[in-house]
C-alpha cells in the first residue's frame, strides 16, 4: 500500500490550491485520511481529517479557508485550500489509517508535496 500525493506548488497569496493523494495497492479497508503539513524548523501538525463517514476536523488555523474530501469508490483524499497565506508554505503530507487485512492495522504516510505561498 502507498499513498500518491499531488498538486503542490508555488502560490501568490489569496490564490487557491488542490492537493489529492490516492490509496495505491490492496487494502482491506481504508478508516480515517487526513492532511498534515511541515514547514522548516516547525514540527508537523494537523491540517485536516476526515472519517469513512466524512465527519471532518480541522486545524484552527485553516477552518473557513480549506476543505477536506474523500471519495471512497476511488480510495482518495483531497484538500482545497483558497484563500491561502504565506505562513501555509509547507511540506503537506497525506496520511491513512489502513487495515491492510481485518486484523492488521497501520498508519500509512505520502512522500509529501511542497506549497509555497508568496507575499
Known amino acids: 500500500v502507498q499513498l500518491v500525493e499531488s498538486g503542490g506548488d508555488l502560490v501568490q497569496a489569496g490564490g487557491s490550491l488542490r492537493l489529492s493523494c490516492a490509496v495505491s495497492?490492496?487494502?482491506?479497508?481504508?478508516?480515517?485520511m487526513g492532511w498534515y503539513r511541515q514547514a522548516p524548523g516547525k514540527q508537523r501538525e494537523l491540517v485536516a481529517t476526515i472519517t469513512v463517514s466524512g465527519t471532518t476536523n480541522y486545524a484552527d488555523s485553516v477552518k473557513g479557508r480549506f476543505t477536506i474530501s474523500r471519495d471512497n469508490t476511488k480510495n482518495t483524499v483531497v484538500l482545497q485550500m483558497n484563500s491561502l497565506k504565506p505562513e501555509d508554505t509547507a511540506v503537506y503530507y497525506c496520511?491513512?489509517?489502513?487495515?491492510?487485512?481485518?486484523?492488521?492495522?497501520?498508519?500509512?504516510w505520502g512522500q509529501g508535496t511542497q506549497v509555497t505561498v508568496s507575499s
Open positions: 495497492g490492496i487494502a482491506f479497508r481504508i478508516n480515517t
Open positions: 496520511n491513512a489509517d489502513i487495515n491492510e487485512r481485518p486484523l492488521t492495522r497501520n498508519d500509512y
